[in-house]
């Protein structure tokens, strides 16, 4: 477990930008917990089928969902920012003139037509069908599982669908559809697979397993040709084939052109905090960041029903080197928050009530978990959104004064 994977290595800033994450966030998703996070990106790829933006807001939602297990983390508490000489902690190092990579945010006409298939896809009933088990055929299918001839109820299932090609987001159910290629409405057979460490948490180790498979259904898509019509109903507000194609590579150009925002500025931040030098470390913002994410060790811990010794353990991980773990993390954690400070007092960066409450709205909306910008100002507390604001204005100042390379 690496403690700084919550952040992606950029601090608590970047919890906001899932596209500048280095690392899969291991303290939310632990290594036994692989079936979910495969879980959660086959869901990604089916809400492309709803459109380029469903993505997008997907990710989002997911990872504000790892905000809801971190709010507490923030460190907006500490008043010295206002009140004390912050070059007494740190030495800012250049922020201005920096250069950065650029990322390539031209829309092609396959990506276009990927997203206009998907979308076509989706909005196409299954029917029946007399085809084998290949790709691109749905498969309703039971499977039982038999360890040295042992059942095994718990790793066994009844009337499962999976579309076969596709990735199912368990290793075992996509081997089995392998195996299955090739076969009939009512056939069965036996197949033998490997099951990984741990598979589904059963506490067992890798072995092969005898699975026993009958096919209880097949459907597919025919998908019909694509006229105004159908455009019509693919995407609200537009009539059009060639309207429906404009929106698409709109929205997929928007979307890139955010995603490479986000890498610049995560780059930048990255050679601002290279040039920078924390001189000491304020205890009190410190205790409160070592204090927050020590919690949420414990939180995570109690939310799995296991005491943190044993929560570690599982990822090969001890108390002690979690604490040395927290204490890097802290120490990174304060030196970015005295330098976006810095930054803000040289800069005369401030937000007026009015900004932070648009911005509460702005990432209510864009999240899908919250009802309106009370309720996200609510759960995170006035005083994190407007250090989230405040942040988002200084890298927006970064930026603009960096040079592409």
Known sequence: ?????VYGGYGPFFQMYPFCKKKAPLLLFPDKMWYNTKKIRNAERRMKKGGTGSVRRWRLALFLFGLLLLGSCRTAGWRGFDKEDLTAYLSLGEYRGLTYTVHDTSVSDEEVEAVILALREEHTAL???????????????DRFCFLNGVSMPSLSEEGATCRCGDDPGDPVVAALLDGMRGMKLGESAELTVTLPADYRGEGIASCEAVYSVTVRAL?????????????AKLRAGVSTVGELTEAVRSELLAEKEAEASYRAKAQLWEKVMENSTLRKKPFDLYQERYTALYRTVEDLAAAASVSLSDYLAAQSQTVEGLEAQIMAQATS??????AFHEIAKREDIACTEGEIRDFAAQKASESGLFSSS???????GYETVAE????????????????PA
């Not at 477990?1 to 994977?5: A, G, Q």
């Not at 459907?219 to 455009?231: G, N, R």
């Not at 009370?374 to 995170?380: F, G, L, S, V």
Request: a negative charge; charged letters at 30%.
């Open 1 to 5: 477990m690496v403690l700084t994977d």
């Open 127 to 141: 029917t029946p069908t007399e085809k084998p088990v290949g790709d691109g055929v749905t498969v309703t299918f």
């Open 219 to 231: 459907y597919e898509k025919e998908i019909p040709p694509l006229t105004d019509e159908i455009a």
């Open 333 to 338: 954690d304060v030196k970015e928050q005295l």
């Open 374 to 380: 009370d309720e996200y100002m609510e759960y995170y």
């Open 388 to 403: 989230n604001l405040l942040t988002e204005k200084v890298l927006d100042l970064i930026l603009s004064s960096a040079v």
